[in-house]
């Protein structure tokens, strides 16, 4: 490997840069960071109005989602060891992915693409780029230490009534494996109090924070927001993520604390989520999944 | 079978009534009809604050939800030939329930059932029923014609897309059939945009009327409502029910129609359901379900 080169250093062109397909989040720096900590040449997409504005002034590219044709041009100027998608790009208008997938696909394969929930429309993407020869990476692979690691990460254990609370939130999620719905629940008391749709886990705890103002969750304490990768879920297209804010509105939503799947969920800022997890007194756990736990492809 | 009686005749008493424990909705005048329509003797124990003022005047007796005794002293008194509940008490505060439940279980038990979801916490006040005696009924035995009939009920048929996306809705609906959560899920171009949570239909409904504004769900036009009973689902507890409503948010919320469990699922004011599906263009279906649907115990 060679000596770690700034990402935006043409000098670094001489090895085969990760490239970034980068979309919103603090995550993109996190990736970045990680990477040139092992040495890695790291070149930089970045999507425009979904990238953070810091992030952008020093990516080599910005472009817009929907041009396609000059995504492709980078990447083929670039000859990238491989690609990560990183960051979010979630709930983009649709159209932005239509011309990028039109050069390939007929308007009915597309609408089933489009169709098929948010690992459809990004694996479509994937799909594409790998049509083109491209390696499309995993960021689990790539820096393993943006992952939740197994065990007790902040200063709060799980109690047993949050460890059947957690145990249930698994199981529904293992049984919503199959379908493009949430990677995430919030389990009170045992019972379900929400499943997470395409609003994501943030609205979802608003819901739940609502729901604790009715008599019927006001009564249950507590509960726990479970949230983690699916079953066969591609890595590479969409990782269950959480961060400091997931905490501080879990804590709003009354919740106990949160169990993620180990090695398959992303904690964004990491030792800041565990510090607002410790002042708040929410466990943080990262769930050792029994059997054989999604791996990036 | 007696002539009928008005349900609040004295005379009526010398048959053994149906016992209306009776919340609120339309439903339990509904019921009512359909009882005097077969010459049933009835008696209405109304639930006070939950029961709709007109079913209270005429009721036979008003209490608290929590007054147990006198609901027990009336019951005994009316010697039913079975108690039915009907009619909404949902998310009623929990402590409504101990006073009733305390004399016959222990706090641990108490938790249990309280924590156990809305089916656990009803299904504990008819254990509670049986245990004294009682024999507790259901509404699809007693007045079937409640319940969705098979087969297209309006002027609009699904088309295949619909038809897609009712399937899919379906086996989410299935696969969460073993948890104590949503009856119901809404599925758009075959990807499942909600499932519902303890906030009930149409909260769920109104979810997916603001995504309908976000950039994914606008691209993804039309999307389904699918109700149903859970496998197992006692129907003497807890019935899926739809109504006018129903139809005008799912209207709201860009959907093209609602697929219900037939002959498990009751639709309150049938006539106006169908009404308000045509005039809004929604097709409104009840779904024989294959294997062997739930039934009263």
């Not at 979630?90 to 609408?111: C, D, H, Q, V, W």
């Not at 020869?133 to 692979?141: A, P």
């Not at 919740?255 to 607002?276: D, F, P, S």
């Amino acid at each position: 490997m060679s000596a770690a080169a700034a990402p935006t250093d043409d000098k670094a062109a001489a090895e085969a840069p990760v490239v970034l397909l980068a979309g919103g989040s603090a995550l993109p720096e996190l990736l970045i960071a990680a990477l040139e900590r092992r040495g890695r040449a790291v070149k930089i997409l970045a999507f425009r109005g979904f990238a953070a504005r810091a992030l952008a002034r020093r990516a080599d590219l910005v472009i817009d989602l929907i041009d396609y044709k000059r995504a492709l041009a980078a990447l083929k100027a670039w000859q990238p060891s491989e690609i990560v998608l990183v960051g979010t790009v979630t709930r983009p208008k649709p159209i932005a992915f239509m011309g990028a997938l039109s050069a390939y696909r007929n308007r009915e394969e597309i609408a089933a693409i489009l169709g098929s929930g948010d690992d459809g429309l990004l694996g479509g993407v994937v799909r594409v780029l790998e049509e083109e020869g491209f390696t499309v990476g995993g960021i689990d692979r790539l820096a393993p230490e943006l992952l939740a690691p197994q065990g007790q990460l902040g200063a709060v254990a799980p109690d047993s009534e949050s460890w059947s609370s957690i145990a249930r939130g698994l199981a529904v999620l293992d049984a919503l494996s199959p379908f493009d719905v949430g990677q995430a629940a919030v389990i009170c008391a045992h019972w379900v109090a929400a499943i997470e749709g395409p609003e994501g886990t943030d609205a979802m705890l608003r819901r739940v924070q609502r729901l604790r103002r009715g008599p019927r969750l006001r009564a249950t304490h507590g509960g726990v927001l479970v949230k983690t990768a699916k079953r066969e879920q591609d890595l590479r297209v969409d990782m269950p993520t959480i961060g400091p804010k997931t905490v501080i509105r879990a804590a709003a939503a009354g919740l106990q604390g949160i169990a993620v799947g180990a090695g398959t969920t992303l904690i964004v800022e990491i030792e800041r989520t565990i510090h607002e997890a410790d002042r708040r007194g929410l466990f943080l756990f990262g769930v050792d999944l029994a059997g054989s736990p999604p791996q990036s492809r």
